[in-house]
């Protein structure tokens, strides 16, 4: 048995959103209890207490859209004029890295990613990866980290027609591959999407192929959809579509699939995505620093569209995404009144119901039976913290490292900032090593 406690709980529950002095009782992996502290640790003796000390009780967070394998690009010299536009970014860097990763890249890179996950409060994280150098096993290779860090992953492997048709069928070959045994071990820590890179990268034959086999392992699709403009023109000049209609068209889109980005979508796409009920990712900080643009989620929202929130690799930290989604969007329409609410309803709302319904369990909430993915965050608050006001407090005083402990599946992974489920000082230096011949590779 173990209990957090003494601090207020978030559980996201619209009857009973906050407790102050709450403690959450958990055993087996499951949430137990919900309820004041003193009754609590009254009613479960001798059970392990993690002491929040004052601080907030949460729900772990849920990212829909990243990219484990980005990481061995932080301070790498590209050795290449810099982009300045999104081809050039594909072609210059990730096309390039992604091309070099050899099966221990893509394990160390994974784990220091999800290292950092861990120490932002993220529990489930839906990764997207590409390796087409070592296609066969990679996804295996990043659930072996997740299975030692104790994250919980939904994967997928880069279908694309970029590097020739031997790397397309074998991408196709290892979303199933790993499809089947998510399946077969229905093991609640893993599940897994059938993977496409972009309309852009997918002619007619390999987008077929793709969504005939995902179709017949009953799985979704996770596909970066009008990320730039050069997606939807090269879309419309090529099959006189829209991007969001062709991918319709192949049974790409539905509830269990993702669309991340949608920067580039006119009301007829929002129209069909809503119609689809595909979970359409937003990526602030992503689209920011490909200058990209800026997605209309505002309208998507208003129009029915489902709408969760992402990171693509930038940053592990959903607190800042959430922070960043703010501001963009008040900064895009020159209205400092909008964007208040939905930032919050893409990460705590949106993200939480796909998750839930991708894994069968109820994820993003504090209740009775849950799976139990706690985060405890340092927070004093400076004003009254109420119900009514929660969410200016999480946009204006939290971030990522605020977490001091994460719990996954009950498992405590870290305790006052110390990782407990591995040496991550030595799964660091090992990734540090691995990326210093990578960059040489590069």
């Given at each position: 048995m173990l209990l957090i406690g003494?601090?207020?709980?978030?559980?996201?529950e619209p009857q009973n959103p906050m407790i102050e002095s709450g403690c959450v009782a958990i055993n087996s992996g499951r949430i137990v209890e919900i309820d004041d502290t003193t009754m609590l640790r009254g009613k479960y003796h001798g059970a392990t207490f993690v002491?929040?000390?004052?601080g907030l009780i949460m729900p772990g967070l849920i990212n829909t859209h990243m990219h484990f394998y980005s990481s061995f690009a932080r301070g790498m010299d590209l050795k290449a004029q810099s982009p300045q536009e999104f081809g050039q970014i594909l072609e210059r860097l990730w096309w390039r890295l992604d091309k070099v990763l050899k099966s221990e890249d893509v394990y160390y890179s994974a784990a220091v990613a999800m290292l950092d996950c861990i120490r932002n409060g993220v529990t489930t994280v839906f990764d997207h990866h590409a390796s087409p150098g070592c296609v066969e096993g990679s996804l295996f290779q990043v659930a072996d980290a997740a299975k030692q860090l104790g994250l919980r992953t939904c994967l997928c492997y880069e279908v694309s027609d970029r590097d020739g048709e031997v790397v397309a069928a074998q991408g196709i070959a290892e979303n199933a591959a790993y499809i089947r045994d998510c399946q077969q071990a229905n093991d609640p820590m893993r599940r897994a999407l059938f993977g496409l890179h972009a309309s852009f990268t997918l002619n007619d034959d390999l987008l077929r192929r793709s969504a005939e086999q995902a179709a017949e392992l009953g799985a979704g699709c996770h596909i970066h959809t009008s990320e730039a403009l050069s997606d939807a023109d090269d879309c419309r000049r090529r099959y006189g579509k829209r991007v969001v209609e062709r991918l319709r068209d192949f049974g790409v889109l539905g509830p269990s699939s993702i669309a991340a980005h949608c920067v580039h979508v006119d009301p007829y796409e929002m129209e069909i995505l809503q119609q689809q009920?595909?979970?359409v990712v937003h990526n602030p900080e992503s689209n920011m620093g490909n200058a990209v643009g800026c997605a209309p989620v505002l309208a998507m929202l208003r129009q029915g569209v489902r709408v969760g929130l992402g990171t693509d690799g930038y940053t592990a930290d959903m607190l800042e995404s959430l922070k960043v989604a703010n501001?963009?969007?008040k900064h895009a329409q020159r209205d400092a009144s909008v964007a208040w609410a939905e930032p919050h309803e893409m990460l705590f709302g949106q993200n939480a119901a796909f998750a839930s319904a991708c894994y069968g369990e109820?994820?993003?909430?504090?209740?009775?039976?849950?799976?139990?993915?706690?985060?405890?965050?340092?927070?004093?608050?400076?004003?009254p913290l109420t119900a009514d006001n929660l969410g200016a407090h999480i946009l204006f005083g939290c971030m990522g490292r605020a977490v001091r402990t994460t719990v996954v599946n009950g498992r405590v992974l870290m305790q006052d900032r110390q990782i407990l489920v591995a040496d991550s000082a030595k799964i660091t230096a090992a990734a540090r090593q691995q990326a210093t011949k990578l960059w040489q590779r590069f």
């Open positions: 003494n601090g207020c709980v978030i559980t996201r002491d929040a000390a004052g009920q595909s979970l501001l963009l969007h109820t994820l993003g909430r504090l209740v009775p039976g849950a799976p139990a993915d706690v985060i405890v965050l340092d927070y004093e608050p400076p004003t």
